[in-house]
């Protein structure tokens, strides 16, 4: 049986996981609206979200029942490709070497602080939306 000390502690840490998503996940989509360059056709923070939303779409509902510690590397690792995949494919498409497209994006739209922060928020939201079992399967948060 689980002290009061345990729950408490437990929760504490979800709660506090759950406000570091909202500052990561909030920062990035800050800096993705705030660094849109319309006259200059420059939207790569948006495209940023959108990869990394499509990347998170496709891969939480396969690892939502995994153990908690392989499913954050599969989710850190996807998101990670999602978010900078968009930009990858837009400089193939237009015939521009991949690595002068990334450093542009970087310099323009500030694209090192979006392609940190999404993948770090969503490992904090994924820590806080799922609950640890040490014996047993995790579960979500209205599971518990």
Not at 28 to 36: K, N, R
Not at 47 to 66: C, D, E, H, Y
């Amino acid at each position: 049986m689980a002290s009061a000390f345990s729950v408490t502690s437990r929760r504490t840490g979800r709660m506090l996981a759950g406000l570091a998503a909202a500052f990561s996940l909030g920062l990035a989509i800050h800096t993705a609206f705030s660094q849109l360059e319309p006259a200059l056709h420059l939207y790569d923070g948006l495209w940023m979200l959108a990869g990394a939303g499509i990347a998170v779409a496709i891969v939480a509902p396969v690892i939502w029942r995994w153990p908690r510690e392989r499913a954050l590397a599969v989710l850190a690792a996807a998101t990670t490709a999602g978010t900078w995949a968009p930009l990858v494919l837009l400089a193939l498409r237009a015939g521009i070497p991949i690595r002068p497209r990334l450093r542009g994006a970087v310099f323009w739209s500030s694209a090192d602080i979006i392609g940190v922060a999404l993948p770090i928020g969503v490992v904090f939201a994924w820590l806080a939306l799922r609950e640890h079992r040490p014996g047993g399967a995790n579960v979500a948060a209205t599971d518990a």
